[in-house]
């Protein structure tokens, strides 16, 4: 019988298997994304840890990044995604790209050419820190390389922070490929909870359902409404008042329509 080793620091491991841990400590239960040579020590960890968190492989890496955006925007934790340099990093920009205009917490881990090997035209290099770094406007609130095998659970407990707090979205780690197999014997950080602001912020909770009910009184009084909504995280007391403004919009000839024609 196979028994699962518990997440545990008293022995030497390779860094791949210290990340998954990691994701382990921060509530993971399923990562998406189309394996690649470029994270072998990751997949072994998985492998490893095959009893804790499942791995989602996935054909094509765009599906992957929405599967993990739609992840996250369902249980309001990170959905995380892995995939491999170049292609696989653009395949999966959409994704990343959702999640921004979204709000949608995610964090995409991109396996990366050696650090030997950098600023040198390595196959498939590219500059991630370029490609979804803030200049991009419209990609990830954080772009960050781990260079240091030890540091993996501060970059992963930051990068998990960052995704959560203040106005949610994605976060980008770049894994070099011989940082994954180096050997390292450090603890994973532990969970922490998420302080969101943001629209919450801007109407009150009990401000929020009085609002929609006036919405949905007063649909008819417009020839052709339209309403444009994030589907978001939505708590009990909006659900409802969407749902009853969708209805007042579609009996006064109106519509409802996804604020990001993406998913």
């Known amino acids: ?30 990562a998406f994304g189309v394996p690649g040579e470029s994270y072998l020590a990751v997949l072994d960890g998985f492998h490893l840890y095959r009893e804790r968190i499942q791995f989602v492989v996935n054909r094509q890496e765009g599906g992957a990044a929405f599967m993990a955006e739609a992840h996250g925007k369902l249980t309001g934790r990170p959905g995380v995604c892995f995939v491999t340099r170049g292609p696989g990093a653009t395949n999966a920009c959409i994704g990343v790209h959702t999640a921004f205009q979204d709000s949608t917490p995610m964090v995409l881990l991109i396996g990366d050419v050696a650090s030997d090997q950098r600023d040198r035209e ?53 894994l070099p490929e011989d940082m994954l197999t180096q050997t390292v014997q450090v603890n ?29 009184r007063d649909a ?35 519509q409802c329509l996804p604020l990001s024609g993406h998913l």
């Open 1 to 30: 019988m196979h028994l699962t080793p518990t997440p545990s620091t008293s022995a030497p491991q390779i860094a791949g298997h210290l990340l998954v841990q990691c994701l382990i400590e921060q509530g993971v239960t399923h």
């Open 122 to 174: 390595a196959f498939q290099e590219m500059d991630y820190r370029v490609m979804f770094g803030p200049s991009a406007l419209g990609m990830a609130k954080l772009v960050e390389r781990i260079d240091d095998a030890a540091r993996i659970p501060e970059y992963i407990a930051r990068a998990f922070a960052t995704a959560m707090n203040g106005r949610p979205g994605p976060v980008v780690l770049v």
């Open 188 to 216: 994973p950080a532990h969970r922490r909870s998420a302080r969101t602001v943001g629209p919450r912020r801007t109407i009150g909770r009990m401000e929020r359902p009085r609002r929609l009910a006036h919405a949905a």
């Open 220 to 254: 008819h009084k417009s020839p052709a409404p339209v309403c444009h909504c994030r589907w978001q995280r939505l708590d009990a007391a909006v659900g409802p008042g969407l749902a009853a403004l969708c209805r007042g919009l579609a009996s006064a000839g109106g």
